[in-house]
């Protein structure tokens, strides 16, 4: 199965896919691309780290957005790529329709709540806000509904009292970086 990853930032969530591929714990799967969408992005070093090709594509003229002439840019480079797997791992732009259609099925996102609770930017700051006291994160395919899509897999994270802001999250990320490869193994393997 081959893998495409599409970030933003430092990539944490990408280098756990890519550690378990090189521990052999990404089942048939091999990640055969990074792309960032930030030209200073972290995940650009892990390309190097991995000996994966890892490169920046230009998704102007939209801040939050994937669409227009950098929407074919993204889905002409993809499609060149042949992936089985998009994954969309910290990639903080809304994927439009097109997009979607267009690799309908193959695309998966990583989000950091129990959805349906706190869709949206800040799944971490949302659950902590509202005083919830097991959140998570969630590994869904993606439709045009943001965060909408059906779920695949979850993970739960009890809040205790003794938690801040800052090691809730830290527990989120670990679980993150648990679901995230092991929900991969399993898809590269469902066909089989």
Known sequence: MRVVILGSGRGSNADAILAAQKAGKLGSAEVVQLIVDQ?????LALGEKYEV?????DPAPFKTKLEGAGEDLYIEMIEALQPD???LAGFMRVIKPRFIAHFAGRIINLHPSLLP???GLDGIGQAWRRGVKLAGCTVHYVTAEVDGGPIIDQAAVRIEVEDT????A???HAAEHQLLPAVIARLSTAGE
Not at 39 to 43: L, S, V
Not at 53 to 57: F, H, M
Not at 165 to 168: A, D, N, R, V, W
Request: charged share 15%; no cysteine; net charge positive.
């Open 39 to 43: 030209p200073q992005a972290g995940m």
């Open 117 to 119: 609770a706190f869709p």
């Open 165 to 168: 802001l800052e090691s809730f």
């Open 85 to 87: 797997l998009i994954v």
């Open 170 to 172: 830290a527990k989120i």
């Open 53 to 57: 090709p890892a490169r920046y594509l």
